[in-house]
Nanobody, 117 residues
Framework: VQLVESGGASVQPGGTLRLSCAPS????????MGWFRQAPGNQREWVAS???????SYAESMKGRFTITRDNAKNTVYLQMNSLSPEDTAIYYC????????????WGKGTLVTVSA
């Protein structure tokens, strides 16, 4: 199983990015997908999730700025990030969860997002 994130880059404050995650080796449509991030010196934190039926949820600080979507035909989950600020600088990780109480859990290696003037 591999989860490969892409789309990380350096952007200026106020900029936008779209991250992608394309898992392989799993039946994508039956996995709940999520994005997490880890800033330097901080613990990994949850950003957003999308269920198998497309229901999305967000961490409070991301609401209104980030949008998570999934395309089951392309086996890809996206994170559209708008109005980026330096506080959004982090490594962003893709997560796939399935099974009772999330017993099956996979992570990508992350993609770096840097927001600076």
């Amino acid at each position: 199983v591999q989860l490969v994130e892409s789309g990380g880059a350096s952007v200026q404050p106020g900029g936008t990015l779209r991250l992608s995650c394309a898992p392989s080796g799993i039946t994508f449509s039956i996995y709940h997908m999520g994005w997490f991030r880890q800033a330097p010196g901080n613990q990994r934190e949850w950003v957003a999730s999308i269920s198998t039926n497309g229901r999305s949820s967000y961490a409070e600080s991301m609401k209104g700025r980030f949008t998570i979507t999934r395309d089951n035909a392309k086996n890809t989950v996206y994170l559209q990030m708008n109005s980026l600020s330096p506080e959004d600088t982090a490594i962003y990780y893709c997560n796939a969860v399935h099974g009772l109480n999330g017993s099956i859990n996979y992570w990508g290696k992350g993609t770096l997002v840097t927001v600076s003037a």
